[in-house]
């Protein structure tokens, strides 16, 4: 599947509802503890300054696109990563994430850099690029790793409007989180890190691909 013809399948999915108005919810084992933090994720993501680097476990393919869509659509609800008073739980691709995705719609046998998957990825256009992070971004509660292993077979509703089904794997004492989206031929994304921003109404998982909201062949 090359990057244009998925730009266009995804960008005649259902945009999100905007985000500003959703509803603050945080799970009862939180409410009983001491109120949550309001650090944004995106004030988490921005605090490396370094820039397209060598380390595939970091976000700089992510970040860059979430402050191209914020630049180019001041207002779309992606900015909701920028508000921490609103309660969310965002699954955050890794770069090696991105550059796995852009090798496998390009057909290509390397790997690109962080800099070449990015301008690709930017390549889908804005709308596409707004729609699949929104994919990636579960609003109203803050699911933190020991509600995220308890969660087998749960289907999340994300900003975009589709679900992402959860899948706990389990070997004795160890759980794998993994994430079923909506693409049936591609492997599935799993939860490398988790708990990023922990203490705050907002909080992330970083996962080893990037969700797919469509069934690509």
């Known amino acids: ?10 960008a005649v999915g259902t945009m999100a509802t905007v985000l500003a108005t959703a509803a603050v919810a945080v799970p009862a084992a939180q409410a009983s503890a ?4 309001t650090r944004s994720l995106a004030g988490v993501l921005t605090r490396d300054t370094g820039g397209f680097d060598r380390n595939s476990r970091d976000f700089d393919v992510l970040t860059a696109a979430v402050l191209a869509v914020l630049n180019a659509k001041p207002n779309s609800p992606v900015k909701v ?6 309660a969310l739980t965002a699954f955050v691709p890794t770069d090696a994430a991105f550059r796995e995705l852009v090798r496998d719609l390009t057909h290509a046998h390397r790997l690109p850099s962080e800099q070449a998957a990015f301008t690709a990825v930017a390549g889908l256009g804005i709308d596409t690029v707004e729609n699949v992070l929104l994919y990636h971004v579960v609003p109203g509660t803050t699911i933190d790793r020991r509600a995220a292993v308890k969660a087998d077979g749960a289907e999340l509703t994300s900003a975009l409007g589709a679900t992402v089904e959860v899948d706990v794997l389990r070997w004795w004492h160890f759980r794998q989180v993994r994430l079923i989206d909506a693409d049936t031929s591609d492997r599935d994304a799993r939860v490398v890190a988790y708990d990023i921003n922990k203490g705050n109404r907002q909080i992330a998982h970083a996962v080893d691909r990037v969700l797919r909201p469509i069934d690509l062949p």
């Open 1 to 10: 599947m090359k990057i244009a013809r998925l730009a266009a399948r995804v």
């Open 34 to 37: 001491k109120q949550p933090g």
């Open 81 to 86: 990563l920028a508000d921490g008073t609103v």
